[in-house]
């Protein structure tokens, strides 16, 4: 058998990359204040605002009621669901005692991402009782919508870094 030459692509265990360099405290410190700040509460403002106007589009489209409230009630879905979430994250009791600890805080995050997929389907699988004369692909429709203000931000904050 004959070994392999190490290629620049071909990662093996134990391999180092020579041109690694670890970042001392201060570049670090420039590092991070040259990175954008992305606000939890931020996104959950801009999904509540893009789920608003989504619904009153809905209902100026179609002049149906049911239909608005549809698209409200599916933007409500991720909207209430990431509000939560935004809070447990920042402001709860749980997220000042694991602010100080790697393993901590990604297990509160881990918890309150369980949280907000919980409530997303508790809403969804009760909307039929909440929405009169519900319509389905309405809901789809604000639902998708406003989940989609993530992808925008990621886009908006990506062009602001160059």
Known sequence: ?????????????????????????????RWRAAQPGLSAWRIVMVQLLVGLVAGVLGWLITQRVSVGLSVLYGAASVVVPTALMAWGVTSSALSRKASGHVISAFMSFVLWEGVKILLSVAMLWSAPRVVPDLNWLALLAGLV???????????????RAN
Do not use: C, H
């Open 1 to 29: 058998m004959t070994s392999k030459a190490s290629a620049p692509g071909n990662w093996e265990d134990g391999e180092k990359d020579p041109e690694f360099k670890p970042l001392g405290r201060e570049e670090a410190a």
């Open 145 to 159: 919508v406003v989940i989609k203000v993530y992808w925008f931000g990621f886009w908006i904050q990506a062009r």
